[in-house]
Each structure stands twice: as structure tokens, then as C-alpha cells.
């Protein structure tokens, strides 16, 4: 049963020749960190001193093309680098060297609650992150049922969303992501906290994008929902792109790697 829908998604989601959706070349990113040796009033005085710069390097040299209307799924150790290399993508971070190509408007669904205010409303939290994937308001004001509806939030949406649950604000980034348009779909992982139903429904939603021939990236720590979406997987291992292929092959690689130890 599960083989048959991953060959169904398979069949729907294989572009071989379409256009270029997203090119990395060499891609790497550098994060720096600053330890400060005092957290105290000495450390502030002592701060004119050179401080220790650790540098972390989270994506190393990373080269992949993934082309329009592909699912890609992302796995890979915890701090591999997945996360990161969706947020070179969503362009919350700046490459430190190599090339990076995105074509397309992207709706980034990364962390819970990311590009949400806590003190807005659900509301207007919806149209504050509709204008900054790039609606227009009225264009917002059109979807808005549509978005509330999907989100199945009617009696919380004029709720601040600090007070909403994981799921809910799961609910309402998805539904505003799944609403604005996007050519590219970036999905961090954060399926995981909706409950079974939604899910289910977040699933037939992404299987509507791939039929619409939309580019969808996928990252998860669940393999069985990477073979059932994606029809190709990147590995990442400590920021190096290990495999790139075939989903079921890429996840059966990784997991005996896992059990090798
Ligand atoms: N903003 C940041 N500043 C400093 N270091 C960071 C930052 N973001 C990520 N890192 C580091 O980069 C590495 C890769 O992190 P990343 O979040 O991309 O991993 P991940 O594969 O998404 O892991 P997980 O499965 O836990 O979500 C980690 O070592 C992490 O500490
Ligand atoms: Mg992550």
C-alpha cells in the first residue's frame, strides 16, 4: 500500500528537463560565534581585549540542482545542516562562499512561529506575513477565509498567537504558506507537532502542489514520510552533501549508516 502511493508520487513529481528552481554551487555557510570569556562587569571592561571567534562551518561546498516541479526530501543527523541550507534558500542567511540560485517566489515554513509576531493576532499575523512573502493586502483580504478556513482556527483568530499551542501555530503557518502563491515550498520538519488528521491534510495539500508542478523541499526525521513524499533526498552529514538520489536508496543509506554507528 505504502509502495504503491510512493510510486504514484514518484510518477508525479519526475522533471528531468523543466527549468531550474533552485542551484547551489559549492554552497557553504559559515556561522560565527563570539564567546565572550566574562559575562560580568570585568568581562565589559576586559572587552577591549580580542575576543575567541569560533567559526562553525554548518553547509561545506554543497553542489545540487533541483529543477521545477521536483519534491526534494532533506535528512540528516541533528546539526547537519538542513535547516540551514533552507534558510540560505529562504534567504534569512547570506552564503559565506559558493553560488546559490533561486528561481521563484519561495514560502519558507521553517521554525514554529517563525515570521509570526507573538503579540499579534492570528489575523494579523496573517497579513503581516501575506505582505512580507509579497501580497498585497488586498490580495491578503481575498485569501483570508481560505487561509482561516484551512488553518481550522475560526475562534482564535483574533487570539495574540503567543497564546496558541505548537499545532495551532503549525496550523496557521502552513495554511498562510500553502495560500501565497509560492513556487517553492520549504517545509522544516514542523508537520510533526499537527495532529494526525491535519497532517493528513497538510499531505493532500502537498500532493495538490505537486500536481500543480510546484518545487517542494522537504526536511524530516522521519524517513517513512520522506519516501512517501519525495521521489529524490538529499543527505546531509555535518554540513557535506553525502548522497543525492533516489529517495528510498538515499534513506536506506542513511539508516544503515545510523546503524553502523
Ligand atoms: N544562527 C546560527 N548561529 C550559529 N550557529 C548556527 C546557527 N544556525 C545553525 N548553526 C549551527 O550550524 C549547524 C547546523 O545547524 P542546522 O540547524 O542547520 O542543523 P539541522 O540539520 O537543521 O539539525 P536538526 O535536525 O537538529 O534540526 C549546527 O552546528 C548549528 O549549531
Ligand atoms: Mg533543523
Redesign the pocket.
Same mark, same amino acid.
Given at each position: 500500500m505504502a509502495a504503491a502511493t510512493s510510486k504514484q508520487l514518484f510518477e508525479a513529481t519526475g522533471a528531468t528537463d523543466a527549468p531550474v528552481a533552485i542551484r547551489a554551487e559549492n554552497l557553504t555557510k559559515e556561522?560565527k =560565534?563570539a564567546h565572550h570569556a566574562y559575562a560580568s562587569l570585568k568581562g565589559l571592561l576586559l572587552s577591549f581585549l580580542p575576543r575567541r571567534i569560533e567559526r562553525?562551518v554548518?553547509l561545506q561546498q554543497v553542489s545540487f540542482t533541483i529543477r521545477r516541479g521536483e519534491t526534494v526530501g532533506v535528512i %540528516?543527523?541533528? &546539526? @547537519? &545542516?538542513? @535547516?540551514?541550507?533552507l &534558510?540560505l534558500i529562504a534567504r534569512v542567511?547570506r552564503p559565506t562562499a559558493g553560488m546559490l540560485e533561486v528561481n521563484g517566489r519561495v514560502a519558507p515554513l521553517l521554525e514554529l512561529g517563525a515570521g509570526f509576531h507573538p503579540d499579534l493576532t492570528g489575523l494579523e499575523n496573517i497579513y503581516f506575513n501575506g505582505v512580507i512573502l509579497g501580497l498585497t493586502r488586498k490580495q491578503i483580504a481575498e485569501r483570508l477565509d481560505a487561509i482561516v478556513q484551512f488553518a481550522e482556527l475560526e475562534g482564535y483568530i483574533d487570539a495574540p498567537i503567543r497564546t496558541y499551542s505548537s499545532g495551532m501555530l503549525m496550523r496557521l503557518g502552513f495554511a498562510v504558506a500553502a495560500h501565497v502563491d509560492a513556487d517553492i515550498l520549504l517545509v522544516?520538519?514542523v508537520l510533526a507537532v499537527g495532529d494526525a488528521r491535519f497532517q493528513q491534510k497538510c499531505y493532500d495539500k502537498i500532493r495538490q502542489f505537486q500536481r500543480e508542478g510546484r518545487t517542494i523541499l522537504f526536511?524530516s526525521?522521519d524517513m517513512e514520510a520522506i519516501t512517501q513524499v519525495a521521489a529524490r533526498a538529499l543527505w =546531509?552529514d555535518k %554540513?557535506v552533501l553525502r548522497a543525492d538520489g533516489d529517495a528510498q536508496a538515499v534513506v536506506q543509506e542513511y539508516l544503515h549508516s545510523v546503524q553502523a554507528g
Open positions: 556561522f =560565534l562553525m554548518a %540528516g543527523q541533528n &546539526g @547537519s &545542516g538542513k @535547516s540551514t541550507l &534558510g542567511y522544516d520538519e526536511v526525521h =546531509l %554540513g
